[in-house]
């Protein structure tokens, strides 16, 4: 055929399967650890993760978080310990959803959910607050107007837990396993981890 | 053979109201025909792609073109400063309309078998089924195509912009350059056929698929006419004229709004027009077999189908092909299309003069390709004779590496 071959070529791919897929129609399911917008998690009675320590702040790349920490009233405490981050904001008009936040909080307060499908009609809505991305009394996310949530996208928000335990036991070292989440329980062992999940019932008084 | 017999008796109003509708529904049939060609070339594309094209506006994308041409007309209309005003404003229209008049000669149905002429009768007037059948209608053909380039050559001049200047004076050359090798094929057609009305030239063609001239010229014109077609219409792998890499836009860079639209038009009203033209010239307008039920809409259905095939094949080209280098697409014109469409003239010219005289028809052939060798050994001859003495050009090894291949 020589000259003539690409035609055949072209010609083929006619009755070949379609790669385009009709996007809002259609969604293809999300990788399980893909990078989406951001929860704040809880401890399972209720306590808020976070801790105020402005670690996800230092380490963003893209300077889209900025925390305020606060010394927790005695009397009515927000997170177990000392301190608590009375101002949590994070832009998405400058996120880039590299995880690092993630990697780098001690207490996994901060995680990231599979939703990347919300959008805002000006620059003050794109500054999501402590009141949106803290997650429910139930452990799951807030679903805001004008996002798009869809089934599975709030699951597997949790991040991988250190070495060594939040805590600091040493009991935990070396041991590299899923963190619980509230709400969703623990996630099944990895190939490579110890399937020996952190007990729970310590996280309360941990931190 | 006389002319389209509504003229026969003298011209009334009837028959001037006869000739201003079918102008309009040639006009529909090329508007709706551009309308769904777009449709068709997105379509087509994207499959070759597998991708799935324009699919939003109406069922399967349908309303695509129309959305896109309300969209087009909405837009703002921007001048460059530097544009000649009064020509960049002509341009378009210089565009649009030798690609419609061309299409008034082509016979879009009609019945040539059976000592019938082709005509129909409706209101009790005879006439047939094309806009006009002027006695020479190939040279309008040819004069339309050659019109065509003032569209594009005036609208890149009067961009006052480099990119649209070096896409016009693209478009000019090799438009020029192809222009030849069509006309040359179209002659062979208009010996077979003996006349210039393309109305006669369909009408030599009826009965048989033995009379079609892509049979009856033995193929070689029609496939110069097709390569040398798709270069006038600066279609893809020819299209040199916009190669967006390039040249932006080439000579439609600077339009925006509807003026851009019509360019976009024009360039598909021609792309139908040219395959009406070629099944015309080539493959016998409407001829093809009556199953069942009226004849006349067979012819129509033939006609629709067989063009159907070259609006197809011209995106396949579009998906397929690369781009031609701009010396390689100048020696296809000028090195192989030109000499062979010239040789094969005179190849058939010298079988119909034979015939008429009555000379033994191997002798005829025989010296016909003796002389045809001749020839195209002094050609290459030339070629090798001008290139020792020019020695080294600027291409280099790259012209070398194509010569190669040529020989």
Known sequence: MGYLDGFWVTLKQVFQERVTSEYPQEKRPKPIRH??????????????????????????PARCIYVRGADNPPEAPVSPGERWGFVYEINYLRCIHCDLC????????ITESKLFEFSFTNRSDAIYTRSELL??????????????WREGDDQHT???MRATSPNGSAAYEGRVSWSGELGYGVRAPEAGQSGDPRPTTEEGESA | MTGDPLFAEGVDWVVVAFVVVKALIGFSIVMVGVIFMIWFERKVVADMQNRIGPNRAGRWGLGQTLADGIKLIFKEDLKPDRSDKLIFRLAPYLSVAPAFLTFTIVPIGGVFTGGNDGAVEIFGR????????????????????SLAVYGIMLAGWSSGSKYPLLGSVRATAQMVSYEAALGLSVVAVVLISGSLSTHDIVAAQAGSIA????IATAGIPFAIFCVAATAELNRPPFDLVEAEQELVGGFHTEYSSIRFGMFYLAEFMNTITMSAIIVTLFLGGPAGPVLFGPDILWG????????????????????TLPRFRYDQLMDLGWKRLIPLSLGWLLVIGAISVGRDAGWSRVVTLAGAFAVGIIAWAA??????????????DEFGDLTTATDGVKT
């Not at chain 2, 009379?211 to 892509?214: A, C, K, S, T, V």
């Open chain 1, 158 to 160: 949790s991040a991988w």
């Open chain 1, 102 to 109: 993630v990697e780098a909080c001690p207490t996994e307060a």
């Open chain 2, 211 to 214: 009379n079609w001239n892509l």
């Open chain 1, 35 to 60: 990078h989406g917008r951001h929860v704040l998690n809880r401890y399972q009675d209720g306590m808020e993760k976070c801790i105020g320590c402005e670690l996800c702040a230092g380490v963003c």
């Open chain 1, 135 to 148: 997650v429910g009394d139930d452990g799951r996310p807030q679903t805001l107007p004008w996002e798009d």
């Open chain 2, 300 to 319: 129509i259905l033939w006609f629709t189908l067989k063009v159907m095939v070259f609006l197809f094949t011209f995106v396949w080209l579009r998906g």
């Open chain 2, 126 to 145: 005879r006439t047939w089924m094309q806009v006009a059948d002027p006695p020479v209608g190939v040279l309008f053909l040819l004069a339309m195509s």
């Open chain 2, 379 to 392: 050609l290459v001859g030339a070629l090798r004779v001008a290139k020792l003495r020019g020695g080294e």
